[in-house]
């Protein structure tokens, strides 16, 4: 599990690494990461879900730290640009000498996290509660409505329609 402050640290040290080889860098971080470091709503999270620019360099500044500080192969999770949406809203986090880090605004995040809705193992639903109380989400239609502004209505799988039913009651 990584910390806020393991994951800042991490970071820096891709910071680094860019400033090294003379890159400069992108970072846009989802999940888990977001919910410790931009809403403060948890501790720790598994990995870091980004996206990432320059690809390549990254992955070998990735693979090199994870070597390095005998972390998971995937401490840096880049899997996450299958929830990615061509409406996404990220907006700067923190800009480093070599690496600009973005972040999923509020709104995103919710509807990342209700399109994800995995099971109780993750924390989807935990995040979920938060961001809901966060932008005051009340009912099915407002979830819905912060939703559909990122995802088409037929993207949602059968279990995201489960659990904001669960959450918010099923009155559409």
Not at 47 to 76: C, G, H, Q, R
Request: proline content about 3%.
């Amino acid at each position: 599990m990584l910390s806020r402050s393991a994951i800042m640290n991490y970071l820096e040290v891709v910071n680094e690494r860019l400033k090294q080889k003379g890159l400069h860098g992108e970072l846009c971080l989802f999940g888990g990461a977001v919910m410790c470091l931009v809403f403060h709503s948890r501790e720790v999270t598994k990995d870091i879900d980004a996206v990432f620019a320059p690809t390549s360099e990254m992955y070998t500044i990735i693979k090199n730290i994870a070597d390095e500080y005998n972390l998971e192969p995937d401490w840096l999770n880049p899997a996450v640009k299958g929830y990615v949406s061509r409406n996404h809203d990220v907006r700067l986090f923190k800009r480093m000498s070599n690496l600009a880090i973005y972040a999923a605004t509020a709104e995103y995040m919710f509807a990342m996290k209700c399109l994800a809705a995995r099971g109780f193992e993750s924390k989807d639903r935990e995040d979920i509660q938060f961001l809901a109380r966060y932008l005051g989400i009340r009912t099915m239609n407002e979830a819905l409505a912060v939703l559909e502004k990122f995802y088409p209505q037929n993207r949602m799988p059968p279990r995201s329609q489960y659990v904001l039913e669960e959450l918010f009651g099923n009155g559409l």
